[in-house]
Structures are given as structure tokens and as C-alpha cells.
């Protein structure tokens, strides 16, 4: 919880990273909420107050799930307007003039997205969440230890730059 409000002030790209990653854990638990207390909250929150605080915010995560109905699969449509949100930010910032160095980041990036999209076959996301699927795939691999080829290491990095500069300059708006 206090993770989530820190990365989301900091950098929205690992808050919405970090967000799936906890739709993904809250179903490894089965969305039951005993079984989150034992291993999410009991170890991790030292008082009272921040038990029943954090206790109140996993309760309404899985609530949302449930009524969204992505128990399964899927995310919580918080986290697809902010994908929304994030699209529309990338799309205005390609259409300015004065964003160069982002203009030329995307570009750059390009290759990479258009790879992927083919490789995934779904051709109605948009370029942002093609890049968020690919750095939440990538994660997941190095939590599996798993082999990563040279060319998806280059293509995450490129990605990860794109996604950087996009979350500074959401950040600026907030700010503004």
C-alpha cells in the first residue's frame, strides 16, 4: 500500500507495473483476504492502524476485482485508464514540436513496438500498453530466472527509456 502511493507520485510506469504485479499476486491468494492478511500484511505492517489501513485497501482491491470480474485474467479498470491516460499523454507529446528528444526516443523505440505487436498478434492494443506487456513479460522472466535473449534485453532497455520520459512528463502535468 505505502509502496504503491510512493510509486505512483514518483513514476507512474512502475506504479502501473507494480499494480499488476499485485493484481497478480492478490489472485496467487486466491483473492481471499485471511490469506493476504498472513502473508501481505501481518509481516509487513508493524501497528495496528497500518494492519486495519492496509487491510481496508487489499479488502477494496479484491472487491473491485471481483466486481470487474477480473478474478482470472484481466485488469482492474483503474489501471486501464491509466493506460488511457498515458496513450493519450504519449500521442499529445508526439504531436509537439518542442518534444524532440521524446519524439526521437519514440522513434527510436518504434522497431521494438512494431516487432511486438506482430509477435503478439492483437493489433487493438495501443503502443503504450504494448510496452507495459512487454516490460511486465520481461519482469516476470527474471523472477523465473529464466533465460532472456540478447535482443529482448536491448528492446527493454529502449522501452524502459520511453516509458521513463513518458513518466516524467506525466509527472510534470501533475505538478502543473
Not at 11 to 18: D, G, K, S, V
Not at 79 to 105: F, M, Q
Request: charged content about 30%; some cysteine.
Amino acid at each position: 500500500m505505502w509502496i504503491a502511493r510512493q510509486k505512483k507520485q514518483e513514476n507512474i510506469a512502475e506504479y502501473l507495473l507494480y499494480m499488476w504485479q499485485l493484481e497478480d499476486i492478490l489472485r496467487s491468494y486466491e483473492l481471499d483476504i485471511d490469506k493476504v492478511g498472513q502473508v501481505l500484511i501481518e509481516p509487513l505492517y508493524h501497528t495496528e492502524e497500518e494492519r486495519r489501513e492496509a487491510r481496508d485497501w487489499y479488502e477494496e482491491l479484491i472487491l473491485m476485482m471481483k466486481l470487474e470480474g477480473v478474478q482470472k485474467e484481466g485488469h482492474l479498470q483503474i489501471n486501464k485508464n491509466l493506460i488511457l491516460d498515458l496513450t493519450d499523454l504519449h500521442l499529445r507529446l508526439l504531436r509537439d514540436p518542442k518534444e524532440s528528444a521524446y519524439i526521437g526516443l519514440y522513434y527510436n523505440t518504434l522497431p521494438h513496438i512494431v516487432a511486438l505487436r506482430a509477435k503478439s498478434g492483437d493489433k487493438d492494443i495501443s503502443e503504450i500498453e504494448t510496452c507495459f506487456i512487454a516490460l511486465y513479460g520481461y519482469l516476470l522472466l527474471k523472477l523465473q530466472k529464466r533465460e532472456i535473449s540478447g535482443e529482448t534485453e536491448a528492446a527493454v532497455a529502449q522501452i524502459t527509456g520511453l516509458l521513463r520520459l513518458l513518466s516524467i512528463r506525466y509527472r510534470a502535468l501533475d505538478e502543473d
